[in-house]
């Protein structure tokens, strides 16, 4: 939790860095190929999928208390 709140900028709204975001060949369940389909050249693509990651994460580890 404390390294994926290094990322917000207090709104609720994460950026991580590009290399936190890859995507490799394998499927969703092991962690890759997350994407949301989002156009990965737009400026706002990966804030976008890594608030969502990091919203999914959070929410397993509240879930797992």
């Known amino acids: 939790m404390k390294l994926i709140n290094e990322y917000t900028d207090g709104s609720g709204i994460y950026h991580f860095p590009k290399s936190f975001l890859t995507e490799k060949d394998s499927n969703w369940i092991l962690g890759s190929h997350m994407g949301l389909g989002e156009n990965r050249r737009r400026k706002d693509a990966l804030t976008i999928e890594g608030t969502f990651r990091?919203?999914?994460?959070m929410k397993n580890i509240l879930k797992e208390m």
């Not at 990091?54 to 994460?57: E, N, Q």
């Open 54 to 57: 990091a919203l999914v994460i």
